[in-house]
């Protein structure tokens, strides 16, 4: 199915592929995978080879630009609590919404990749096992992102240390 986004063609192909096949047991088990960035901003959005879902764009929006930023180490994301408390970092976090529809967010910071599963069929141990795959699947391009951003961050603050600036 066309889809608008800035991913590779490789990479919407392996992401379908892996919703067909998580869904080959079970029904439209897995909706949707999301990938954004930690700030909320979408980048694709696959559905498998089936036909696209029944859900609003004001869902997928609302999952794509607030939900996958709150696991994140933002100031308002959870991932900023736990470092207090020295427990790491957040890897995945799942989320219920309406009963029906279970949020599994894959944190790969500066991505943010969500699973949308039917919460009463979606089988949530296959999904997690199929987090290896999309995190090299996915590593060239967050790869790529971060060091963007790190440059980004150098360059703001004159080439010093990120959050030192120069006087």
């Known amino acids: 199915m066309p889809q608008l986004s800035i991913l590779h063609q490789s990479i919407l192909s392996a992401l379908d592929s892996l919703i067909d096949r998580l869904n080959s047991t079970r029904e439209q088990s897995v909706i949707a995978i999301l990938v ?26 609302s999952v794509e630009t607030i939900w996958s930023t ?3 180490n933002s100031p308002q994301g959870a991932g900023n609590l736990l470092h207090a408390l020295r427990m790491g ?9 309406n ?3 279970a949020m599994i967010h894959l944190h790969l910071f500066p991505l943010m990749v ?10 949530m141990g296959a999904i997690r096992a199929n987090f290896e795959a999309i995190r090299n699947l996915l590593e060239p ?27």
């Not at 879902?53 to 004001?58: C, D, K, T």
């Open 36 to 61: 954004g960035t930690t700030d909320g901003i979408g980048l694709a959005r696959c559905y498998g080879t089936a036909a696209q879902p029944n859900l609003s764009e004001e869902i997928l929006s």
């Open 89 to 97: 970092t957040i890897q995945s976090s799942i989320a219920f919404y």
């Open 141 to 167: 391009l967050r790869r790529e992102l971060e060091n963007n951003l790190h440059q980004q961050q150098q360059t703001a603050y004159g080439g010093g240390p990120v959050g030192v600036m120069k006087v």
């Open 70 to 72: 709150l696991p994140s």
């Open 114 to 123: 969500t699973v949308l599963a039917n919460g009463n069929l979606a089988n």
């Open 99 to 101: 009963d029906d529809l």
